[in-house]
C-alpha cells in the first residue's frame, strides 16, 4: 500500500488528518503529506476530494518509477553481469545518450583569427549491436530526430532484417517506457557524463509541460 489515509484516531500520528503518499524507489523513500487541517478546522470536502485525486496520480507515477528500477535490475540479471541502465529486455538492443561534438569559429568581432570551438552534447539513441551468421552489425537511431516510437520502430525492423525475423510484432511491444530515458540520463550523469535535461526525448518534455509544478514534499513530523 502506498497510499495511506489519516483521521486523526489513536492508530494515526497524533491529530493528524489527511493523505500520505510513501512509495520506495530505487531503495530510497519518497514521500509526500497533505493535511486536511487549517486554522480552525478542515478544508471544503471538494478540496480534499481533489487532493485524493492528486495523491493517486503522484502514487502511480512513483510507481510506474519503481517498477522501472526492478524491470532494470531483473533484465541485468538476466544479461552479462554489468551495472548498466542501457539494457532494454532485447537481445541486441540497448538505449543510451551518445556523445557527439561539434566545431565551429567563435563570432568575435576582433581583428585576428577566429578561434575554433568545440561542442560537446548528448543525443538518446537506441542502439543495435548484434550478429548473425558470423556477420557484425552496428547502427544508431536518433530519438530527437525519429521520436522515440518511430526511432524504437526502425531499430526493431533494422535488428529483424538483419536477422532473418518476419514478425516482429512481439519485439514492438517490448518497448521500454519513455520515462526510462530519466535514469538512463541520471545513471550516465552519475558516471561522469553531462547530459542536459533539455536533451531529454521530446515525448518527456511534452509530459512534464503538462505536470502542475508543486513544492518538495515536507514530513510535517520531522
Do not use: C
Not at 119 to 133: A, E, L
Not at 180 to 188: A, C, G, K, Y
Request: charge should be positive.
Amino acid at each position: 500500500m502506498a497510499i495511506y489515509y489519516y483521521d486523526g484516531e489513536q492508530n494515526s500520528p497524533p491529530n493528524y488528518v489527511g493523505v500520505r503518499v510513501a512509495v520506495m524507489v530505487n531503495k530510497q523513500l519518497r514521500q509526500k503529506w497533505y493535511t486536511f487541517r487549517i486554522s480552525g478546522g478542515f478544508i471544503p470536502d471538494e478540496e480534499q476530494e481533489r487532493i485524493r485525486t492528486e495523491a493517486q496520480a503522484l502514487e502511480k507515477e512513483w510507481m510506474l518509477e519503481k517498477n522501472l528500477y526492478s524491470g532494470i535490475r531483473l533484465r541485468e540479471a538476466k544479461e552479462e553481469p554489468q551495472n548498466s541502465a542501457y539494457v532494454t529486455g532485447i537481445a541486441g538492443i540497448k538505449m543510451r545518450y551518445i556523445k557527439q561534438t561539434k566545431k565551429r569559429y567563435s563570432k568575435a568581432k576582433k581583428p585576428g583569427p577566429k578561434k575554433l570551438l568545440t561542442y560537446v552534447f548528448y543525443t538518446p539513441s537506441i542502439i543495435v549491436n548484434s550478429s548473425h551468421k558470423k556477420e557484425k552489425f552496428i547502427k544508431q537511431f536518433n530519438v530527437l530526430t525519429r521520436g522515440y516510437d518511430m526511432a524504437w520502430y526502425a531499430a526493431v525492423s533494422y535488428l529483424a532484417e538483419k536477422k532473418g525475423i518476419s514478425s516482429f510484432d512481439h519485439l514492438l511491444a517490448r518497448k521500454p517506457p519513455v520515462q526510462q530515458w530519466i535514469l538512463i540520463r541520471d545513471w550516465q550523469n552519475k558516471n561522469g557524463y553531462e547530459i542536459a535535461e533539455r536533451r531529454l526525448p521530446k515525448e518527456l518534455q511534452d509530459i512534464d509541460d503538462n505536470k502542475e509544478t508543486d513544492d518538495t514534499p515536507v514530513n510535517p513530523f520531522d
